[in-house]
């Protein structure tokens, strides 16, 4: 997901195949080039993020994510990961 600097984000197309796929893919032509701007936050994360649960058994869930970048944007990406 890209989140930009002045507002709003979009989940960025793929262009590859997954990590772990091992059939080939018929890929076809890749998006444009995405141009990340000053204070723009690009995330990254696989399933084990999103599917992590607290010890009460609740996932972490995608919107949680979503929710919770907007409000740490303007932090490190150190202190966002902690």
Do not use: K, M, Y
């Amino acid at each position: 997901h890209l989140f930009r600097a002045g507002g709003g984000h979009r989940q960025l197309d793929s262009t590859s195949s997954p990590l772990a796929w091992l059939d080939s893919l018929n890929q076809e032509d890749p998006p444009p080039p995405v141009r990340l701007e000053s204070g723009d936050v690009l995330v990254l994360f696989t399933d084990g993020l999103n599917e992590a649960q607290c010890p009460a058994g609740r996932q972490f869930t995608t919107d949680r994510l979503l929710a919770a970048v907007p409000r740490h944007a303007h932090r490190p990406a150190a202190e966002v990961i902690d």
